[in-house]
């Protein structure tokens, strides 16, 4: 009996693991999206530092992706949100 209990337990606390990690994939996802595209909008930081079509194309991307966070990214798996994050750090990181 102590040792279902004990399971139990194990098994909740892995969920709920599961879900802080999930909040702070999208919170990191949110964050650099909204750090990009204020650094490379016009009088940004690193506006300089990418080309312009380039720019345009990823700017674009973050807006569709920030859009996408409050509608169906909300109930959307850490694993999505982790993948959209690297794709923007392969392109954000080497201006930063």
Do not use: C, H
Request: charged share 40%.
């Amino acid at each position: 009996m102590r040792r279902d209990f004990k399971d139990i337990e194990d098994k909740l606390r892995g969920e709920d693991f599961d879900i802080l990690e999930t909040k702070k994939m999208k919170n990191d996802l949110e964050s650099y999206s909204y750090d990009m595209r204020n650094n490379l909008d016009s009088y940004g930081n690193l506006e300089k530092y990418l080309d312009e079509p380039t720019k345009a194309t990823f700017l674009a991307d973050i807006n569709q992706v920030v859009e996408w966070l409050y509608a169906d990214g909300e109930n959307a798996q850490g694993s999505e949100f982790k993948s959209r994050l690297d794709k923007f750090k392969a392109i954000g990181d080497p201006v930063k």
